[in-house]
Antibody, heavy 118, light 112 residues
């Protein structure tokens, strides 16, 4: 069965960076899009972008240009998202979600809570 | 950006009842390829969202036929029949037609 296993909770300082991971299993990693989605406390869902691990192509929500960088390691079927120049506004739960098609999100990881605090 | 407006914000239902959730988009969701990338997700308390319906009316693998999606263009509806306790949570519509992909603010389904 499809599983997306994300890395653990992060407590990071303002102005720093963090890299979170999403290990995929149960499907062909290189043939599906991997999306990243943010959920701020008490808020709805916000799409950050996708990466297509088969060729490394990416597409970002302009709002996250310069904030998020998506990469993927085909050898370990793991996708990564690095968030930089963190502020308290970046405190949120971040989900990875796979999609056979780029237009919707089939399976979701359990989410990573990132807290930015000094 | 495409704005997705969901109504109502919250909904109370009795077990076994039926409910409808509306989702309206600020622009047509018909893609250049002819598909309409409107999907529905359920986020149960403390869990990740899960895909229920994709491309307006297609139930995802393992999703009960008590869930049905309909609509076209800018106006879409999710219907849930014979509501069960496991259906409770927040429902989101989402569009994957135009970048950036966007979601509605959610509809919370609670027990009456």
């Amino acid at each position: 069965q499809v599983q997306l296993q994300q890395s653990g909770t992060e407590l990071v300082k303002p102005a720093s960076s963090v890299k979170i991971s999403c290990k995929a299993s149960g499907y062909t990693f290189t043939s599906n899009y991997m999306h990243w989605i943010r959920q701020q406390p008490g808020n709805g869902l916000e799409w950050i972008g996708w990466i297509y691990p088969g060729n490394g192509n990416t597409k970002y929500n302009q709002k996250f240009d310069g904030k998020a960088t998506l990469t993927a390691d085909k050898s370990s079927s793991t996708a990564y998202m690095q968030l930089s120049s963190l502020t308290s506004e970046d405190s949120a739960v971040y989900f990875c979600a796979s999609g056979y098609n780029s237009g919707y999100f089939d399976y979701w990881g359990q989410g990573v809570m990132v807290t930015v605090s000094s | 950006d495409v704005v997705m407006t969901q109504t109502p914000v919250s909904l109370s239902v009795s077990l076994g009842g039926q409910v409808s959730i509306s989702c309206r988009s600020s622009q047509s969701l018909v893609h250049n390829n002819g598909n309409t990338y409107l999907s529905w997700y359920l986020q149960k308390p403390g869990q990740s969202p899960q895909l229920l319906i994709y491309k307006v009316s297609n139930r995802f693998s393992g999703i009960s036929d008590r869930f049905s999606g309909s609509g076209s263009g800018t106006d879409f509806t999710l219907k849930i029949s014979r509501v069960e306790p496991d259906d409770l949570g927040v429902y989101y519509c989402g569009q994957g037609t135009q970048y950036p992909y966007t979601f509605g603010a959610g509809t919370k389904l609670e027990l009456k």
